[in-house]
């Protein structure tokens, strides 16, 4: 018997190289680390830094018009949750009262990365485990957070002016 490594290699190599081309689209968009822990900061992070490693969600993502504005959400919301970190603050403190010691830019820029998150799921090509994890993160968001948050967004008015053109481009989500 006479094995054939090549026939059975090339489909390995394959696998290989979609995750070397992954992790390459992934690193190209310069997102931040998931370095912050409290809600809803860490779990809109990680779902943004997973996603981007879906060919699909990195070519929506990193197009030349929206790529400075994602990762400037993205560090807003980094930013967001430091703030209330590095003052020391619980997380049950940020979920019994979160809506009030966040700001109000900074629920805008959490809904703002809800509304990205929950585009996300609607690209076509995306695959399942990137759609079903972006829209576990709507939902639970909107869940924990939508309701609460409201007065805080109404008194945002725009938004941060670095990410105007972005809300501009993504839809809002239902609620």
């Known amino acids: 018997m006479t094995a054939e490594p090549h026939a059975r290699s090339q489909p390995v190599t394959a696998i290989l190289e979609a995750e070397v081309r992954a992790v390459d689209g992934h690193n190209a968009l310069e997102l931040p680390a ?11 992070l990680t779902c943004l830094n997973t996603s981007s490693y879906d ?3 990195q070519t929506f993502l990193n ?5 400075g504005s994602i990762r400037a959400l993205a ?7 430091r703030r209330l970190q590095d003052a020391g603050v619980l997380s049950d403190e940020v979920i019994d009262r979160g809506e009030k010691i966040y700001t109000a830019q900074e629920w805008w820029t959490f809904d703002l990365a809800v509304d990205l998150i ?8 995306i ?3 990137a759609s079903s994890s972006a829209r576990f993160e709507v939902v639970s968001f909107d869940g924990t957070w939508a309701s ?11 938004g941060p002016e670095q990410l105007r053109s972005l809300r501009a481009a993504i ?3 239902r609620r």
């Open 34 to 44: 998931v370095d912050v822990m409290l809600a809803p900061a860490f779990s809109i």
């Open 55 to 57: 060919p699909a969600a």
């Open 63 to 67: 197009t030349p018009q929206r790529v």
């Open 75 to 81: 560090v807003g919301v980094q930013s967001a949750g």
């Open 118 to 125: 929950a585009t996300l799921t609607a690209i076509n090509g």
């Open 127 to 129: 695959e399942p485990y």
């Open 148 to 158: 609460r948050s409201k007065k805080a967004l109404k008194h945002a008015g725009d």
């Open 171 to 173: 839809p809002r989500r």
